[in-house]
């Protein structure tokens, strides 16, 4: 828990310091030709009986007190970061985190800066620390906001002079070492990048920082993501460093980052690793905290809705998405544009409804995991044509639920037509579905989708032209549907969209009440009717009055 000596809060030190510096009454220290040089005792840096002593204490038992009235990062909030600074205080509890958070959420200056520094004074300096980012260079510049709190923070000098470097300890570039009692062949803090080489170095704390990132020369309209060969070099360089750790069961590994890609390292982690605590935020959030495109902001001080709006007008909703939402999706390779889809509030009326069923349970022709399995209704406005997602239904369940799903939406929607894809094992679920009409007297037309060599991956596809025309609304809250076809095909599953692919079918022959009044308003000679009889709405006709031309006809 956060302690509060006397009252005394971050917010209330930094107030007061700066109230005496502008009273005169805490005077600029003499410069000194060595900056690393601890300054002369000195008063109290507060008047009012807050000793050093004191202020060291307060400082080494609050993380989120040390990160901002000692460091000085006034940014940090309380109720943002509070948490998080509990967790990370709670270190011998939470040996393996990931910590995900939105892009300027200062998640780099608490647990990359502000983390590895204050562990480094509770211990005396004895500790080794890791600080991995996606470039050698990228570590060696967070190192260097480390190397300048020890050089120019006059507190954090004044409060621990005797771990402040002598001549002979390490402090350069990219390995800083405090003045410590016994010796090892690391240093206190030492930066390495993804494709640093480790070997024969250990640590107690490991921390990875938005290892999987794009470069700068790379973050272009058509790539706002990193590349594959970065992510899986994230990869294969966290797989390595449980081996560069000092004591297995006590030290220490972070993930820090911003999601960038449904399948990174954050998602690696979450699949492989279930050890590992997970803290995630978002810029927008539900009532459940969880991130949500219509929620409500999360970070009103610094992020309120119209900041929010700003940015994402000048990044684009899908590296708005990434980045502040942490719901990864790639441009480059999305092939349902995030202008096509439409939302509604209420369906309108006058509309045909069309129900599809997905059993999952094939692994050759399904992302990721099979065996979600999905009911899916949509109504189709008889007059504009324009398709609206009514319900969806999507779990793992036995064929007993599923038929459970197709009976709700029968009752709630009354479609005209159920189908199923015609597999060997949803034709056992037609049979147990008929029974069940049956039972309860409920009949509606039920029947077998065939999709001959069409693959889901053609059928999902089929979709672009009518999402392309805006034909297609979906519930605000049909998020997980909207997710699919926006990260399609790189996406963890895709179950919810070959359920709506499926509703194709009906599309194609459904007509619209003008339709249907143009086309029977055609002469029976028009060209319109010579189409319509290929159809073979009149061939019987046409076969009859073929009977009296006067020449040999093949089919007389």
């Not at 699949?271 to 978002?282: D, F, G, N, V």
Request: glycine fraction near 4%; hydrophobic fraction near 40%; proline fraction near 4%.
């Amino acid at each position: 828990m956060f302690i509060e000596s006397g009252q005394w809060t971050a917010e209330r030190f930094l107030s007061e310091l700066s109230k005496q510096k502008a009273q005169g009454e805490l005077g600029e220290k003499p410069r000194v030709q060595n900056p690393l040089r601890a300054p002369a005792p000195s008063e109290p840096f507060l008047q009012d009986g807050l000793s050093n002593e004191v202020l060291r204490s307060m400082a080494e038992a609050d993380l989120f007190f040390f990160a901002k009235a000692i460091l000085g990062f006034d940014w940090l909030d309380i109720e943002i970061h509070g948490d998080l600074c509990n967790k990370l205080m709670d270190y011998e509890r939470n040996r393996r985190m990931r910590v995900v958070l939105p892009r300027s959420w200062l998640k780099t200056t608490l647990c990359s800066i502000a983390y590895p520094i204050w562990r480094a004074l509770r211990s005396k300096g004895q500790i080794r620390i890791l600080l991995v980012q996606n470039t050698y260079a990228n570590a060696v510049q967070k190192l260097s906001v480390i190397r300048m709190q020890f050089e120019t923070n006059l507190i954090l000098k004044t409060l621990w002079p005797e771990l402040l470097p002598q001549k002979d300890d390490t402090w350069k570039s990219d390995s800083l070492c405090l003045h410590r009692a016994i010796h090892y062949p690391e240093s206190t803090f030492e930066a390495a990048g993804t494709n640093t080489t480790t070997v024969s170095r250990h640590y107690n704390i490991i921390i990875e920082d938005d290892t999987v990132a794009p470069k700068f020369s790379e973050l272009g309209e058509e790539n706002v993501a990193p590349v594959k060969e970065d992510i899986d070099l994230a990869i294969g360089f966290h797989r390595g460093v449980i081996d560069l750790q000092v004591d297995f069961e006590r030290d220490q590994i972070l993930i820090v980052g911003t999601r960038w890609f449904e399948k990174d390292l954050i998602s690696w982690s979450e699949e492989h690793e279930k050890s590992y605590i997970h803290y995630q935020r978002a810029c927008l959030e539900n009532a459940q905290g969880q991130a949500d495109e219509f929620g409500e902001p999360s970070y009103p001080k610094r992020f309120p809705r119209h900041v929010l709006d700003e940015i994402r007008a000048a990044k684009g909703p899908y590296m708005f998405s990434c980045l502040y939402l942490n719901l990864p999706k790639r441009s480059v390779d999305m092939l349902f544009m995030l202008e096509w889809f439409q939302y509604f509030d209420t369906e309108p009326r006058d509309l045909v409804s069309y129900t599809t069923v997905d059993v999952g349970g094939s692994k050759e022709d399904t992302i990721g995991e099979p065996d979600y399995s999905v009911v899916l209704t949509c109504g189709i406005n008889i007059y504009t044509g324009r398709k609206f997602v009514l319900d969806i239904w999507r779990a793992k369940a036995p064929p007993n639920e599923i038929i459970d799903a197709i009976f709700d939406h029968v009752k709630k929607w009354h479609p005209v037509l159920v189908g199923c894809e015609a597999t060997n094992l949803q034709k056992i679920l037609l049979s147990f579905i008929r029974t069940r009409m049956a039972d309860e007297n409920l009949f509606f037309r039920l029947e077998g989708i065939h999709h001959g060599k069409i693959s889901k991956h053609q059928r999902i596809m089929g979709l672009q032209p009518y999402m392309a025309r805006k034909e297609v609304a979906f519930r605000y809250h049909h998020q997980a549907l909207v997710a699919e076809l926006q990260a399609y095909p790189i996406g963890a599953h895709d179950d919810l969209a070959d359920a709506l692919a499926m509703q194709t079918a009906f599309w194609l022959t459904f007509k619209t009440k003008k339709q249907i009044e143009v086309e029977s308003a055609y002469e029976s000679n028009s060209f319109e009717a010579v189409i319509e009889s290929i159809r073979g709405v009149q061939v019987v006709k046409i076969l009859d009055d073929l009977q009296t031309l006067d020449r040999h006809y093949l089919y007389n």
